[in-house]
C-alpha cells in the first residue's frame, strides 16, 4: 500500500516569508508526527496528533510554527515569518495508536528539505 | 521529559560485530524503539522493546534493560551496506516519541 507522502520535496524560500508542508499518513494510522532535522543531526520532535486528542504542541520552537490535522488524515505544518535557522528537512511520521503497553513503529515519509535564504 | 544518550560515530570491520549503545532518563517510558538512517533518506524501523531482555530478528537484535535506562543494538555479520546513523527512541505513554542524536555507523572493508 501506500506510504506516508510529504510535499513539496523541495522548498527554497526567501526569509520573511511563509511556508507550508504537507504531510498524508497511511490510511488507519491515527497517530502523526512531525520532525525537524537539521543537517547531520538527529530528530527534533516539533508536534504530535492522535486521533481527537489535543496535540502535543511542546516541540514547537516558536510562535511562528503551527500544525494543524483534518481529522485523521492531512497533516500542515506552517511556518510564518521563515528565517535562516529553519533550514532543515521536516519529516511527517505516522503510526496506529499506542494502546495500553503496545507501541506500534513510525513509517517515515521521504521528508520535505526546507532552504531558507 | 526525555534525555537520550548515544555515541556519535562507531567504525567496524566488514562481517564483525557490533554494539551500539543508547541510555535513556524518561518519565511515563512505554517502549524503545530503534531506527536506521541511511544518508539522505527517511529513517526506517528496525527493533522494538518493551519488556526487558534481547529481541532478535535476523542479523539484528535489541536488548533493554529498563531498570538501567539501557538498551543496546547489535549488528551481527556487518554488511558494507549497514554503514548509516542508527537512531534510538524512547516512546511515552502519552505516546510522543523522542529520539537521540544518532550514532553514524561506518563499516570498512
Known amino acids: 500500500g501506500a506510504g506516508v507522502s510529504q510535499s513539496p520535496s523541495n522548498k527554497v524560500t526567501e526569509k520573511g516569508k511563509d511556508v507550508e508542508l504537507r504531510c498524508d499518513p497511511i490510511s488507519g494510522h491515527t497517530a502523526l508526527y512531525w520532525y525537524r532535522q537539521r543537517l547531520g543531526q538527529g530528530l527534533e520532535f516539533l508536534i504530535y496528533?492522535?486521533?481527537?486528542?489535543?496535540?502535543?504542541k511542546s516541540g514547537l520552537p516558536s510562535d511562528r510554527f503551527s500544525a494543524e490535522r483534518t481529522g485523521e488524515s492531512v497533516s500542515t505544518l506552517t511556518i510564518q515569518r521563515t528565517q535562516q535557522e529553519d533550514s532543515a528537512v521536516y519529516l511527517c511520521?505516522?503510526?496506529?495508536?499506542?494502546?495500553?503497553?503496545?507501541?506500534?513503529?513510525?513509517?517515515f515519509g521521504p521528508g520535505t528539505r526546507l532552504t531558507v535564504t | 521529559g526525555q534525555n537520550i544518550d548515544q555515541p556519535t560515530e562507531m567504525t567496524a570491520t566488514e562481517g564483525a560485530i557490533v554494539q551500539i549503545n543508547c541510555t535513556y532518563q524518561t518519565s511515563g517510558f512505554n517502549g524503545l524503539f530503534w531506527y536506521q538512517q541511511h544518508a539522505g533518506e527517511a529513517p526506517t524501523f528496525l527493533s522494538y522493546?518493551?519488556?526487558?531482555g534481547l529481541e532478535e530478528k535476523g542479523r539484528f537484535s535489541s536488548f533493554l534493560s529498563r531498570s538501567k535506562g539501557y538498551s543496546y543494538l547489535l549488528l551481527k555479520e556487518l554488511q558494507m551496506k549497514d554503514s548509516a546513523s542508527y537512531l534510538c527512541a524512547v516512546r511515552s505513554y502519552a505516546g510522543k516519541s523522542t529520539f537521540g542524536d544518532g550514532t553514524t555507523l561506518t563499516v570498512k572493508p
Open positions: 522493546n518493551v519488556l526487558d
Open positions: 496528533f492522535q486521533g481527537n486528542s489535543a496535540p502535543d
Open positions: 511520521a505516522s503510526s496506529y495508536p499506542t494502546s495500553g503497553r503496545t507501541s506500534y513503529e513510525q513509517y
